[in-house]
Structure formats: structure tokens, C-alpha cells
């Protein structure tokens, strides 16, 4: 995998349609994407929570491995986390049976905390401007999209979104659908991430992408942010 510096060819500098970010710089964007874990969800240890938990029983060095794995490749699905574990740390070759039993375990674990946990700070009066300022906003995450329909919606945030999209479908993939069906340019859109991944596919469609570092996992993220010009924010209350 190439290093963050190696992959992020692009400065952000010059680029960005507002030097700073407000309420008002906003409406320079015709679509805004949101990640969910740690963007619109104080989720993050939550999720880190639900792997020890699913992977209970299995040697530790093994689960350390997948954890350093998770946290290094933040914004990628469980599923592709999960496969990984079995197939490179463990080396087992046929664990369907296995994947299907951590991922029944994961969903139990995680998703009555999911819709309890709290939001990221100014994350709904931030949706509340932008549905005002009649903006399209979508969810794109690595968390699974049916659960996330149905967390958002107990958080009573689904009908600030036009679409809510997770996985099984990468990031990627979802992105180049979403910008085919809809006619949008990526060059009118912008990102809310948390991860090194949501960098990476916004950096395939020339879209800018801006860190919410409240609990991201990414180590090193923000300093790698700052080297490359890529704007940052702690929160969505800065955002005024």
C-alpha cells in the first residue's frame, strides 16, 4: 500500500472553492457526503469494541493483528476486515461458517449500542442548515446499509439524507454510481471523513475531503492533512 504522502498527489491548496469553512462557505457545494463512524456518530470505540468482542475465543496475538489492521483502515467495511482475518492472519482457506458466526456476533454487539451512542458534536445543526439551504446530502460508509438506514433513522437523521449507502459496496464503487445517476460532478461536491480511505476515494474522483478529527483512528492524520494542505475541523461546531 503506498503511503499517505505517495497517494495524495494532490494539495488541496488553490483548490478549495473558500480558503475557511462556515455556514456560509457551505453554499458554494451542491452535494455534501457524510461518512457515519465518527463523522455523524461518536461511534468509533464502538466499533473497535464490537471486533474484540466478535473475535472472543480466538488466539490474541491473532486479534491484536486485526485490530491494528481495523484501525490502520478506517472506513472499510467488516466484512473485508473480517475475510482478512481468517484468510492472512489465521490462513485458513474455507471459514464460511466462522465469517458468518463474528458477523452475527458483531451486529449483536454493536448496533443497540450504535443507536444509543451520542452524535458528533454540531453534526445535526449542521444538517438542519443544509436541508435550509436545500443542499443534497448523502451518507457514504463502510458500515453495513441496511443497519444504517435503521440507526440513522432511530437517531431521527435519515430524512436529512437523499440516500444512505454502506456496504457491501465499497466506497468506490458507490461514489461512481452516485455521480453517474445523478449527473452531479464530484468538483461541486464535499466530503466529511474521518479515515485515510475516505482520502484516498475522494482523491479517484478529484473531490476535496475534509478531516473530522474528533475520534478518528487515522494516526497521524491530522499532521499528514496539514503537510498536503487538506483542511480539518475537530467537530461541526467550528463550523459557523
Known amino acids: 500500500m503506498?503511503?499517505?504522502?505517495?497517494?495524495?498527489?494532490?494539495?488541496?491548496?488553490?483548490?478549495?472553492?473558500?480558503?475557511?469553512?462556515?455556514?456560509?462557505?457551505?453554499?458554494?457545494?451542491?452535494?455534501?457526503?457524510?461518512?457515519?463512524?465518527?463523522?455523524?456518530?461518536?461511534?468509533n470505540s464502538i466499533k473497535s469494541e464490537a471486533f474484540r468482542y466478535s473475535l472472543t475465543g480466538y488466539p490474541t496475538d491473532a486479534v491484536d493483528e486485526l485490530m491494528e489492521f481495523h484501525h490502520q483502515n478506517g472506513g472499510i467495511s467488516r466484512y473485508i476486515k473480517f475475510e482478512y482475518f481468517f484468510s492472512k492472519i489465521l490462513g485458513?482457506?474455507?471459514?464460511?461458517?466462522?465469517?458468518?458466526?463474528?458477523?452475527?456476533?458483531?451486529?449483536?454487539?454493536?448496533?443497540?449500542?450504535?443507536?444509543?451512542?451520542?452524535?458528533?458534536?454540531?453534526?445535526?445543526?449542521?444538517?438542519?442548515?443544509?436541508?435550509?439551504?436545500?443542499?443534497?446530502?448523502?451518507?457514504?460508509?463502510?458500515?453495513?446499509?441496511?443497519?444504517?438506514?435503521?440507526?440513522?433513522?432511530?437517531?431521527?437523521?435519515?430524512?436529512?439524507?437523499?440516500t444512505v449507502f454502506g456496504s457491501p459496496a465499497t466506497k468506490t464503487e458507490i461514489m461512481r454510481v452516485l455521480f453517474k445517476t445523478t449527473g452531479m460532478s464530484p468538483h461541486s461536491g464535499l466530503f466529511f471523513g474521518d479515515s485515510e480511505e475516505d482520502f484516498r476515494v475522494c482523491d479517484q474522483f478529484d473531490m476535496e475531503c475534509i478531516l473530522v478529527s474528533h475520534r478518528t483512528n487515522w494516526k497521524n492524520g491530522s499532521n499528514i492533512c496539514r503537510e498536503l494542505g487538506r483542511r480539518e475541523i475537530t467537530d461541526f461546531t467550528t463550523i459557523r
Open 2 to 43: 503506498k503511503s499517505p504522502i505517495e497517494y495524495f498527489h494532490r494539495s488541496n491548496a488553490g483548490v478549495s472553492k473558500v480558503d475557511g469553512l462556515s455556514r456560509k462557505s457551505l453554499q458554494a457545494y451542491d452535494l455534501v457526503i457524510f461518512d457515519c463512524d465518527g463523522v455523524i456518530l461518536d461511534s
Open 92 to 162: 485458513n482457506v474455507a471459514f464460511e461458517q466462522e465469517l458468518e458466526n463474528v458477523l452475527n456476533h458483531f451486529r449483536t454487539y454493536a448496533f443497540d449500542r450504535l443507536i444509543e451512542c451520542p452524535l458528533v458534536p454540531g453534526i445535526e445543526e449542521i444538517l438542519i442548515y443544509l436541508s435550509s439551504q436545500q443542499k443534497r446530502c448523502f451518507v457514504i460508509s463502510g458500515a453495513d446499509e441496511v443497519e444504517l438506514h435503521e440507526i440513522l433513522r432511530a437517531h431521527g437523521l435519515n430524512g436529512y439524507f437523499e
